[in-house]
């Protein structure tokens, strides 16, 4: 394959010699190659979402945001803020926004632990199992 670049980056291939802009030679099995022929996966936002809407993950978070022990202002405070990044995790997915849905589930962890602790390992594997199973490439630690 003849490789046509822009700034170094692969911009087409053809299988003749294109003078004067394409006529760097690869193979087809070249990773470079691969790389431009492979589509990259397009996450699968409905799978996410029928995911966490049945979940435990789901329902400790949307307990936390209604939580009936927050009896000073500040527990108040966290426990609105769950709900409120619960909304946005479920915005975020309708509107398949993944730069949202990433700090949405970082706000809902942080005040999660100040009320109730943070997701638990077997939660965290759960999720990440759930973003890999749905092509996304974002994994909580």
Excluded: C, H
Aim: hydrophobic letters at 45%.
């Amino acid at each position: 394959m003849f490789a046509q670049r822009m700034d170094g980056e692969i911009t087409g291939l053809f299988a003749n010699l294109q003078s004067g802009f394409a006529e760097e030679w690869l193979e087809d099995d070249a990773p470079e190659v691969v790389a431009y022929n492979t589509p990259p996966l397009k996450p699968k936002w409905a799978g996410l979402y029928d995911a966490l809407k049945s979940s435990p993950v789901y329902a400790k978070l949307f307990v936390a945001s209604r939580e009936p022990e927050a009896n000073t202002n500040a527990a108040l405070q966290k426990t609105v803020r769950v709900g409120t990044a619960l909304t946005a995790i479920i915005s975020a997915i309708s509107n398949k926004d993944l730069e949202t849905l990433e700090f949405a589930i970082d706000i809902a962890r942080l005040d999660l632990i100040a009320i109730d602790g943070d997701l638990t390992t077997d939660e965290l594997e759960w999720i990440n199992d759930q973003l890999e199973a749905n092509d996304f490439a974002l994994r909580l630690e």
